[in-house]
Nanobody, 117 residues
Framework: QVQLVESGGGLVQPGGSLRLSCAAS????????MRWHRQAPGKQRELVAH???????TYADSVKGRFTMSRDIALNTGYLQMNSLKPEDTGVYYC???????????WGKGILVTVSS
């Protein structure tokens, strides 16, 4: 069964850190670009990080310097390390795998991150 499953979300105080994980099954993540999106309450979903296996990464301006995307090929899992979290980082975070060539992309169901004191 093809799926992406996020984990690692929760409640954190401003200035804190969280690491989100995205475990892939049923396909090989190294054959896909990986993206992290988030949707804040009452707002549209936005792309926060995009990357390929070769190390190329891009980040939204709002998270640049604070968020870092990585992946573990052996574990078929991607990660989003989030540091210096701010209340405006609150939202549901989704991981998304986009094929390097043609094909279907996959989405996780999302995980809630709440930054609040």
């Amino acid at each position: 069964q093809v799926q992406l499953v996020e984990s690692g979300g929760g409640l954190v105080q401003p200035g804190g850190s969280l690491r989100l994980s995205c475990a892939a099954s049923g396909f090989t993540l190294s054959n896909y670009y990986m993206r992290w999106h988030r949707q804040a309450p009452g707002k549209q979903r936005e792309l926060v990080a995009h990357g390929a296996r070769a190390g190329y990464r891009t980040y939204a301006d709002s998270v640049k310097g604070r968020f870092t995307m990585s992946r573990d090929i052996a574990l078929n899992t991607g990660y989003l390390q989030m540091n210096s979290l701010k209340p405006e980082d609150t939202g549901v975070y989704y991981c998304n795998a986009v094929p390097l060539t043609n094909g279907m992309d996959y989405w996780g169901k999302g995980i809630l991150v709440t930054v609040s004191s």
